[in-house]
């Protein structure tokens, strides 16, 4: 059984910037996608950012140019570098896996904060 492990959050002030870890047992690369999703109180959970095997990065549109995904293979983590941030951005952020297209795993989240 595959258990992403998110870390990372907190409470940040607007405009600063966290950033989220996500640890996967074993090789990441045998995910063909890994991925950030956030959800905010009463709001469905939806895509930030994901990153396929092959490098190939997909942003939501309210996050480009200010979140960054990225990985790291030697450590089996992937990473969400967030800067600029906003109130908006609060939610708790899921780290999701994807070994093929038809079974994906979930960490349990973490929670970020924007708040002054």
């Known amino acids: 059984q595959v258990q992403p492990v998110e870390s990372g959050g907190g409470l940040v002030q607007p405009g600063g910037s966290l950033r989220l870890s996500c640890i996967a047992s074993?090789?990441?690369?045998?995910?063909?996608?890994m991925g950030w999703y956030w959800q905010a109180p009463g709001k469905q959970r939806e895509l930030v950012a994901s990153?396929?095997?092959?490098?190939?990065?997909n942003y939501a549109d309210s996050v480009k140019g200010r979140f960054t995904i990225s990985r790291d293979n030697a450590k089996n983590t992937v990473y969400l570098q967030m800067n600029s941030l906003k109130p908006e951005d609060s939610a708790v952020y899921y780290c999701n896996a994807r070994p093929n297209p038809n079974v994906s795993y979930w960490g349990q989240g973490t929670q970020v904060t924007v708040s002054s």
């Open positions: 990153m396929t095997s092959g490098g190939y990065t």
């Open positions: 074993g090789s990441i690369l045998r995910f063909y996608k």
